[in-house]
């Protein structure tokens, strides 16, 4: 049933002109500076929706950071912070909040 879902969901999204997410994905997190509007934001989402192994964004103009869910196999995280830094946003790849050091609460 499953598998019967994603073909269907494939075909939906190949008819929308939209390809299918990836299988293989990792989330990476990012500080993005510059933003002052959901333009800015929107912009940087239409840049991430053209490129190979991007699936989806939650990006936070409150706080200039964003959260991307990518094929690595694909395009790496790297990438990814220079793909929206060539477009006027600078952006560095942050840890995991999990990653944090324990003197961060």
């Known amino acids: 049933m499953k598998t019967l879902l994603i073909l269907i969901l494939a ?3 190949s008819a929308c002109g939209r390809k299918a997410p990836p ?3 990792e989330t990476a997190h990012f500080s993005i500076e510059g933003m002052t509007c959901e333009n800015c ?3 940087i989402q239409s840049t991430l929706m053209r490129l190979p192994g ?3 964004s939650t990006i936070d ?3 200039d950071s964003a959260e991307i869910l990518f094929d690595p196999s ?3 995280a790297a990438e990814l912070a220079e793909r929206i830094t060539r477009i006027g946003y600078p952006t560095t790849q942050m ?3 999990e990653e944090k050091t324990g003197d961060e609460r």
């Open 11 to 13: 075909l939906f999204l």
């Open 23 to 25: 299988q293989a994905t």
């Open 41 to 43: 934001v929107q912009g």
């Open 54 to 56: 991007f699936s989806q």
């Open 61 to 63: 103009l409150e706080t």
């Open 74 to 76: 694909e395009i790496s």
């Open 95 to 97: 840890p995991r909040p």
